[in-house]
């Protein structure tokens, strides 16, 4: 009878115990840039591991999960790929305040998935030899802005119009060059870097002093502190490491 009754009251403590860690676990929704993608997803898992919360991502364009959040979509937080929006989200007043951070600095790419496709200097813009060439859509993203500043810079924006290929975002844009319906084209780093492998492909290193800075930045939409404790995990040492280890830069 008394183990029985043991038993029972190490079942009802466990029970208990379960309830009580679902009760404070939580589900984080965050929209985030599609340059960012497979950087948050290694760092979602480490926070969901050590705090049991679930975090679950949107991607898509900068311009389009802005358009989304002032619609009213229910997202927790917001990982921009730029500093334009998370600032006029904080000035219209759906961002909470004191929320906004800079969370990496985004550096672009030429690439090719080709060995020998790109030279190291991009020349190949000016050469020709190929038949398209993929950008993000200037007005929706900032990695596609910057290319556009690469090229009007090199002088060749106008001469290149009927070759290139406008991705929505940099995701589709990746695709498109990772599928090769593009033979190149500009990406962010962070997309062909896979930490402790070599990069495939070939790619020009574009110099930062030839387009704006891509800062980017999360802001808090919702309280809640299940996303707060994201949003400062991001902050972390650790996660700082994670994030320079996928080729960004951090403040």
Known sequence: MKALTLFLTLLITCVLTLAAGQATADEIHVAVASNFTNTIKTLAGRFEASSGHRVILSFGSTGKHYAQIKNGAPFDAFFAADVKR???????????????????????????PKKGSVDAEGKV???????????ANPKLAPYGRAARQVL????IWESLQNRM????????????????????????????????????GSLWKVPQSLYTPIEQQAVLLRESDAAR?????VKNDESLEIIRGFGYATP
Not at 88 to 111: C, H, M, N, Q
Not at 179 to 197: K, M, W, Y
Not at 229 to 233: H, S
């Open 86 to 112: 998370p600032k006029l989200l904080d000035k219209e007043g759906v961002a909470l305040p004191g929320s906004r951070f800079t969370y990496a600095i985004g550096k672009i790419v030429l690439w090719g």
């Open 125 to 135: 813009l000016e050469e020709g030899k190929f038949r398209h060439l993929a950008i």
């Open 152 to 155: 009007q810079d090199r002088g």
């Open 165 to 200: 290929v406008r991705g929505e975002n940099i995701g589709q844009t990746f695709q498109f060059i990772k599928s090769r319906n593009a033979e190149l084209g500009f990406v962010a780093l962070s997309q062909i870097i896979d930490p402790g492998h070599a990069i495939e």
């Open 229 to 233: 404790a994201f949003l400062t995990f």
